[in-house]
């Protein structure tokens, strides 16, 4: 294969940088390249014409180079996988610096190349990430998602919490209910207790004034309720007026 460059200077530094990007970028930019300058004689490499085989020449040298740079394969450089240098991924200095390097007549197809891969979504940076949307998460997305779910996890806990004091209020109300029914029961047979035992007291106190035994006027008295007659009154009286004084009978 004849692969002698031209002795054009400015022709063979079009095919040698044009060669390079091919090599670099795919063989998408090279049907850039043939639409936009399609027309102009200084391209009729790229369709067969003088110095194909030289264009030819030079992508493979370039496609060698980059495979004992990259230690890849030389048929992957062809594969949508963003290259180091690739201008989607590069600093926009650095794009600058790279079409600096072309000949003039070349810029349009840089950013052409831009462009459609772009368009295209070439290599895009969350390429392989299994998302919904065909995007990863951003870390403020990340700690949205975590902060509400801290946040409904928090009011989960505050609403049992609130379920719990309930309960509670309600047990402690029914206990107070019970204690209060409790002291006034208490309380009523001490204030019972309390005026039995002072009737007693002074039921004896008035007993020992007047010398009578309590137990014997019980004796005397208890069968007169017992029939309640009014022979057994008039009897109990008289029984009474003999064995107790008369200001006791005068006080019954």
Known sequence: MDAQPPRDASLRNIIDKLAEFVARNGPEFEAITKQKQQNNPKFEFLYGGEFASYYQFRVAAEQAMLKQQSGLPTNALYMQQPPPTHPHYAPQQQQQQQQQQLPPIMHDNVQDSMQQQKSQHLWPPNAGV??????????????????????????????????????????????????????????????????????????????????????????????????????????????????????????I
């Open 130 to 251: 299994a998302t919904g949307t065909g995007s990863a998460p951003t870390p403020q997305s990340a700690n949205g998602t975590a902060m509400t779910l801290n946040l409904a996890s928090q009011l989960d806990a505050i609403k049992m919490q609130q379920n719990t004091l309930r309960e509670q209020i309600k047990q402690s109300e029914a206990n107070l209910s019970a204690q209060h029914t409790a002291l006034m029961t208490q309380k009523t047979k001490q204030i019972d207790d309390a005026m039995a035992a002072a009737q007693t007291t002074q039921l004896e106190q008035l007993a020992n004034e007047q010398s009578i035994v309590i137990r014997d006027f019980d004796a005397v008295l208890q069968p007169i309720i017992e029939s309640c007659t009014k022979d057994s009154i008039s009897s109990g009286l008289w029984s009474m007026v003999q064995r107790f004084s008369k200001n006791c009978i005068l006080y």
